[in-house]
Every structure is written in structure tokens, then in C-alpha cells.
């Protein structure tokens, strides 16, 4: 993500050398790493031969960076789902539909990352295995393959109404720009946040409602946009500070290298950011208290806690913590829209009950 995709496991390795030099890259002397190895464990293992280069393409054997992907459309899709009282299956259905949409644009976005990056990566120890740096997928292959993504992209797309179509596809500009942001700017993790945060939108729309003609949904939509880009910055800060060495040797920019020294109070101010524009989002559309201390509480307890236990020096705890943070905080937060959404579907019926109930008494 930050630097050249951020969606794979962290390795301690550093840059290695290469038979070639490329323009994008400096030429780097350093020790020989071990040949390509096929995957004996995972999902992928069990994949014919010919399909794996194409499965570690799209990272499916790394799905952190879809949960990230996903989290947004699901934290809208409830919110709107409490504002317009959508029944559960239709709430379930569409999820689900946001769950592979996810799955795919993620794979597309990492497939798009690594068509960039092709003349970089071979110089990178822990990227020069990646099926464009070792040859196992040529860049054509590439290039239609990630029209194949698209496509199925698009296909998903069409399942939601058709006002989703206007709200969804400008987001490929997103997609398509960010892996230049990290080559000529020190922020790309914002750029990244407005590309990974942009489900935040979706799911009004998906729900039948109009963001731009509805003032109330206009609002909430726009606060939670804001909170969930301020959760992306924040966690692909820490990620970032993984590659902070190789970053520096091969040029590509991020905010951990810009703000190294001030990385906890960025993080600190992100976190009041991502809560407190969660808080005004469900003011926006009327949230009960359960998401007050449900959402909004647990996202500033499991922000906090990350930020006082991870350790920026070291690569296995930025790691953990951007791999675990998605479960906690993003999590965190669903629980408390679900339990909202809920409490808001059954009470009526519990009205209804308390008005039999005094019928009852009154006789």
C-alpha cells in the first residue's frame, strides 16, 4: 500500500542485487537471495500451476488489504441500513455483493500496483518473487488480465441500482493513480485513504438512497468518508515504517520517511480525527447511544492500544498490528452499526408490545 502495494507479510530481508538496471531503479549491490520457490502451504498450493502466478497477482493468499477494502462498504451500508430501516436480507445481500466486489477491485488495484512497479520490484529482495519481477506473467498477460478484473468489477457493480454506476466508477481514477503518488509525493497514504475509503460512499446509494439529493445521508456520508480516510493514513503510516530503508535506497516517498521522528503524534491526531468524524456521522443520521460506546468507544480504545504497544523499529510488530488492527478497530466498529441497526429494527415491536401490555392493565 504505502510503498508498492503494502498488502503482503513483512520480511526483514533487505535490497538484493540484480543482473540489470532499469531507469526506475538505482543499481544496488548487495547479497543473493534464494531462487523462486513454488507455495507448499495455503490457499494457492492447491492451485494448478499455470493459475498460481495469477492468484499471487491479486494476493489471494494475503486478504488483510481486502478487509480494508471491505470495511468501509460495510460500515455504510449499516449506517444507511439504520437510516432507511432496510430489512436484514436485503442489509445481508448486499453485503455480501461489497464483500466480492472488494475481493476483486483489490486484486485488480494490486495488479495494476505491480504494472508500475515491474522495474522496480527486481531490485527489492522481499518483491523481485512477484510473477511481473521474476517473468512468470509478461505485461500484456498483465494488462488483460486486469481488464478481466475490471470487467468482473463492473459486473458486481451492475447487481446494485443503477445511481450506484455514477457513484462507484469514478473511483478507478483513484485506483489507476495511486501507485504514481508514491513516486512524486511524500503523502501517498492520502491518496491511497480517498482510493480504499470510497466504499464509505457506496452504501447509501446501494440502499436506494440518494446521497447528493438526501441532506441528511449527504452528511453522514461525508463525515464517515472522513473518518475511514483518516483510518487508512493511520494504518498504512505504520505499515510504511516496514520499508522505511528500502524506500530510501530505491526512491519512493511515503509519510513514515517524511515524519519518522513525529510518528506517534501523527498517528495520535488521526485517531482523534477517524473517531471524532465517526461520532458526527452518526449525529448526521440519528445513531443510538450503542454506537456511541460501541463503535466511536471501541475505535478510540483499540486505536489507542495500537498506538501505545507498536513498535516502529520493529518490522514483525508494525505488522502485527496493521494485520490485527483491521479485526480490531474495524471490527470494533461494525459491531456497534449492527447492534444499532438492531436495536433500531426491533423497536417497534417492543413499542407495540408496551402498548398491548398497558391495553392490558387498563381493562
Not at 455514477?166 to 493513480?177: A, D, E, K, N, R
Request: proline fraction near 6%.
Amino acid at each position: 500500500m504505502a510503498s508498492r502495494d503494502r498488502l503482503r507479510p513483512p520480511s526483514n530481508n533487505t535490497l538484493t542485487s540484480s543482473s540489470s538496471t532499469t531507469s526506475s531503479a538505482p543499481s544496488i549491490s548487495l547479497p543473493r537471495v534464494a531462487s523462486y520457490q513454488l507455495p507448499s502451504t495455503g490457499i494457492v498450493s492447491y492451485l494448478p500451476h499455470s493459475w498460481i502466478p495469477y492468484a499471487e497477482l491479486v494476493r489471494l493468499d494475503k486478504p488483510t488489504g481486502t478487509y480494508y477494502l471491505f470495511f468501509p462498504c460495510i460500515f455504510s451500508t449499516m449506517t444507511a441500513a439504520t437510516y432507511t430501516s432496510s430489512h436484514p436480507f436485503t442489509v445481508f445481500s448486499t453485503s455480501v455483493l461489497f464483500l466480492t466486489g472488494a475481493l476483486i477491485m483489490r486484486g485488480a488495484g494490486c495488479t495494476i500496483n505491480d504494472l508500475w512497479d515491474r522495474n522496480l520490484d527486481p531490485h527489492v529482495q522481499r518483491t523481485r518473487h512477484r510473477p511481473l519481477a521474476r517473468g512468470a506473467i509478461s505485461p500484456f498477460k498483465a494488462v488483460a488480465f486486469t481488464g478481466v478484473q475490471l470487467l468482473a468489477g463492473l459486473g458486481i457493480l451492475l447487481q446494485f441500482p443503477t445511481s450506484c454506476l455514477y457513484y462507484g466508477i469514478p473511483s478507478l481514477l483513484l485506483v489507476l493513480t495511486y501507485p504514481l503518488a508514491k513516486r512524486v509525493t511524500h503523502y501517498p497514504q492520502f491518496v491511497l485513504g480517498l482510493t480504499f475509503s470510497w466504499g464509505a460512499i457506496m452504501g447509501f446509494p446501494a440502499l436506494g438512497v440518494d446521497v447528493l439529493t438526501d441532506s441528511v445521508a449527504l452528511k453522514t456520508v461525508a463525515a464517515l468518508y472522513g473518518s475511514c480516510v483518516s483510518w487508512t493514513v493511520l494504518y498504512d503510516m505504520i505499515y510504511a515504517h516496514m520499508d522505511i530503508k528500502d524506500d530510501v535506497l530505491v526512491g519512493i516517498k511515503s509519510i513514515a520517511l517524511r515524519h519518522e521522528n513525529q510518528t506517534k503524534a501523527i498517528l495520535s491526531a488521526l485517531s482523534t480525527i477517524q473517531v471524532g468524524l465517526l461520532a458526527v456521522a452518526g449525529s448526521a443520521y440519528g445513531a443510538g447511544p450503542i454506537f456511541y460506546f460501541g463503535s466511536c468507544g471501541s475505535a478510540a480504545v483499540t486505536l489507542g492500544l495500537m498506538i501505545w504497544k507498536v513498535r516502529l523499529k520493529e518490522v514483525t510488530s508494525c505488522w502485527w498490528w496493521f494485520k490485527n488492527g483491521a479485526w480490531l478497530t474495524g471490527g470494533g466498529i461494525a459491531t456497534g452499526l449492527l447492534a444499532d441497526y438492531f436495536i433500531k429494527m426491533c423497536r417497534p415491536s417492543m413499542e407495540c408490545d408496551e402498548v398491548l401490555w398497558e391495553d392490558e392493565l387498563s381493562k
